[in-house]
């Protein structure tokens, strides 16, 4: 598995926010993506995970283009799981049919009970994503990012909302997941956690 | 020295800044979804009382002299009140309200004000009729059940965690559950105003006496015009699901499924076309030979399906534009119904033709995916 981000421009409204970004991410590691707030981490991962089209340059999956044509798109796309910044997946749904959602969208299955357990997506199965607090919203997402299960993980700040508990168990489980041959996009305020993931740090500059 | 008037109690103050908080909390919602409902009994109105042939006395002599149509028009009614009594109470607003020192009786002179305020309908059709007393029944009981209805507690359901063998399968319940979580109250008024659609075509066949092709164009016109009351407030929520879930389905890489998703819809219009129709033909079976009943059997599912056909292109349409807009999907619905009924109107039969495939056309002229 390689994920490449070739010279990528994105845009939100009116500003090039990310300008000509070059990365690669090859199975078994973790990439940190570390910068100041508003420098682009966001806007760059939601142009990964095929949510906000590039201006111009390729992502690729295995030279699958995420934003090419909709066989590759697929077949790219099936292979990754996203956790986005506000964890806002659709509130009408339940943790449960969420997580359905991701497996059936992969043609994949249901997280392992390991990645249950260590998440606490048993408590969340019957749970609508509108009760919940951002750290069990967080949860829900990462339980989707998990079914399949993918190959590459995109987190926008999966620490973020999480308690002690919960965040040495997603550090392990990240960790094993690298060990696995699966790799890891994600960015995050904390160089901590980074550190404690063993994470390539890439520094984003404004 | 200018007199100082008499200062009203800080209790007093503190009351009437509550009613005043909780009116603006709770009644516009329910005021909206009532209005709503007004608008679509006045558009199926149109199209059966007055001068296309059914009087207004006869409408109440219906209801009083025929226990069976009253019961069921009755409890259309209160189908289609009920969202709007029911958010009388559940107002999400007025939940932090109730944590506060309250007066006593204003809620509830308000909420009952409202409750015979929706029933106007009724009452003008009454009084138009020349029938006073029972508008101030039908009025008082109206208002009376729809209290009582909205205050039941319904059984808390915890919902299971399903398994989705295919992506389509998958889409079309995520897409389901989002209507009928986020409005499941337009989903009971639409299935009001389907059956309701039924019946004032049937009314409008018995009331006019119509015969052989008569029964089927001028009663699939009746029922298209009161399938646009049911059908556009389902149509703005899928689009509402639509754009909320686009996020996820780019990530989740749910592509290449919009001309599946779009046959489902239009299958859906025709399915509810037929219901209507069977209320339609419920309501006239005496009068609907078999010849008849066939050719609007084949109006409805033509018709049905394009109105599907259409909705699952104005919700792409809508989509495209990257916001929700209610009143030109309305529009379009009311041309789509109107232009169908006059095809009918015009061509008879020969429009089953230009209708089915006007229908195939808007399905497959979808693309397959939106990126």
Redesign the interface.
């Known amino acids: 598995m390689r994920l490449t981000i070739d010279r990528v421009v994105l845009r939100r409204g009116n500003r090039n926010v990310i300008n000509g970004a070059s990365y690669q991410v090859a199975a078994g590691e973790i990439v940190a993506l570390v910068g100041a707030n508003g420098c682009g981490k966001s806007t760059l991962l939601a142009g990964v995970a095929g949510v906000l089209a590039p201006i111009s340059g390729q992502i690729t999956v295995d030279e699958l283009d995420v934003w090419g044509k909709p066989a590759a798109q697929y077949a790219a796309r099936a292979r990754f799981g996203y956790v986005p910044e506000n964890a806002d997946a659709p509130g009408f749904l339940t943790g449960g049919e969420l997580v359905a959602l991701a497996a059936a969208a992969r043609r994949g299955m249901a997280p392992t009970p390991a990645i249950i357990d260590a998440l606490g997506l048993g408590e969340l199965a019957p749970v609508r994503i509108d009760r919940m607090s951002l750290g069990q919203r967080r949860r829900a997402c990462l339980g989707a990012a998990f079914a399949g299960p993918p190959q590459l993980l995109i987190l926008d700040e999966p620490d973020n909302g999480l308690d002690v508990a919960r965040l040495q168990a997603l550090t392990s489980l990240l960790r094993t997941f690298a060990a696995g041959g699966g790799a890891v996009l994600l960015a995050s305020h904390d160089r901590d956690f980074a550190t404690q993931l063993d994470a390539r740090i890439q520094l984003l500059a404004s | 020295m200018a007199s100082v008037g008499p200062r009203s109690s800080p209790a007093t103050d503190g009351n009437r800044l509550w009613s005043k908080t909780w009116r603006r909390a709770v009644l516009p919602g329910p005021v909206r979804r009532a209005v709503a409902v007004w608008l679509g009994v006045f558009i199926v109105a149109g199209t059966t009382i007055g001068g296309n042939g059914l009087a207004p006395s006869a409408l109440v002599a219906l209801v009083f002299g025929h226990p069976v149509v009253g019961a069921v028009l009755a409890a259309i009614w209160l189908l289609l009140l009920w969202p709007a009594a029911r958010e009388l109470r559940t107002a999400a607003g007025a939940q932090y309200l109730r944590s506060l020192p309250a007066p006593r009786y204003a809620p509830r002179v308000w909420t009952l004000a409202l409750l015979l305020f929706m029933q106007l309908p009724i009452a003008v059709l009454c009084i138009v009729a020349g029938a006073y007393a029972h508008a101030a029944l039908l009025t008082v009981a109206g208002a009376a059940l729809l209290g009582i209805t909205a205050t039941l507690q319904l059984p808390a359901r ?10 389509v ?2 889409q079309l319940a ?1 897409w389901a ?2 209507v009928w ?2 409005s499941g109250a337009s989903l009971l008024r639409s299935a009001g105003f389907v059956a309701l659609a039924g019946l004032a075509a049937g009314g409008f066949i018995r009331a006019n006496q119509l015969r052989g092709n008569e029964v089927s164009t001028f009663g699939a016109t009746v029922l298209y015009a009161g399938l646009v009351p049911a059908l556009a407030p389902l149509l703005a929520e899928l689009v509402n ?1 639509r754009m ?2 686009r ?2 389905d ?7 499924l919009q001309r599946q998703i779009a046959w489902v819809v239009a299958c859906s219009g025709l399915v509810t076309s037929l219901v209507a129709l069977a209320a339609m033909i419920a309501f006239t079976v005496a009068g609907v030979e078999f010849l008849d009943g066939a050719r609007l059997f084949g109006f409805a599912c033509a018709g049905g399906a394009l109105v599907g056909a259409l909705m699952a292109r104005g919700s792409l349409w809508a989509m495209q534009r990257e916001r929700s807009v209610f009143s030109n999907l309305v529009v379009a619905l009311v041309i789509v119904t109107l232009a169908t009924g006059i095809t009918i109107g015009l061509l008879a039969e020969t429009s089953l033709l230009p209708l089915g495939a006007a229908a195939v056309w808007a399905v497959t002229s979808t693309p ?2 939106q ?1």
């Open positions: 915890t919902p299971a965690t399903p398994v989705w063998r295919s992506r399968r998958a995520i559950r989002g979580r986020n699901v909320r879930m996020a996820w780019a990530a989740l890489g749910m592509i290449g397959r995916s990126t």
